[in-house]
C-alpha cells in the first residue's frame, strides 16, 4: 500500500508560479508511473501530466509549456512546476501513481488534494 501527500498549494495571482509536491510513503514508488490530476469546481477530474517510470512524461494541452512534471525517487516525491497561471487553473490537485495513461480510472493510489487559486 502506498499513501500519498500533496502540498504546496494556495493562493496566486496570475502569471504566477508554484510548485507541488507529492511524497508517497509506504514503499517506493521509483518503478510506477506518477501522474497529475486536477479537478475545478463543478467538474470532473482531468489529467494534467504524467511521468513514466523511465522518465518519459507527457501534458494535457492546456498546460504544456507553462507546467512541468518531475521526480525524485530518492526522495519518493514528485513535482509538478506551475509558471504562468491562469485563472482557469483553478482546481483541487490530485496526485497519482501506479496506474498508466491519462484516465483516472487507471490509477490505483491518489493523495487527497491540495487546493489552487489563481486570482486575476
Known amino acids: 500500500q502506498v499513501q500519498l501527500v500533496e502540498s504546496g498549494g494556495g493562493l496566486v495571482q496570475a502569471g504566477g508560479s508554484l510548485r507541488l509536491s507529492c511524497t508517497a510513503s509506504g514503499r517506493t514508488f521509483g518503478s510506477y508511473n506518477v501522474a497529475w490530476f486536477r479537478q475545478a469546481t463543478g467538474k470532473e477530474r482531468d489529467f494534467v501530466a504524467a511521468?513514466?517510470?523511465?522518465?518519459?512524461?507527457i501534458y494535457a494541452d492546456s498546460v504544456k509549456g507553462r507546467f512541468t512534471i518531475s521526480r525524485d525517487n530518492a526522495k519518493n516525491t514528485v513535482y509538478l512546476q506551475m509558471n504562468s497561471l491562469k485563472p482557469e487553473d483553478t482546481a483541487i490537485y490530485y496526485c497519482?501513481?501506479?496506474?498508466?495513461?491519462?484516465?483516472?480510472?487507471?490509477?490505483?493510489?491518489w493523495g487527497q488534494g491540495t487546493q489552487v487559486t489563481v486570482s486575476s
Open positions: 511521468m513514466w517510470s523511465g522518465g518519459s512524461t
Open positions: 497519482a501513481a501506479r496506474g498508466w495513461g491519462t484516465e483516472v480510472g487507471n490509477y490505483a493510489y
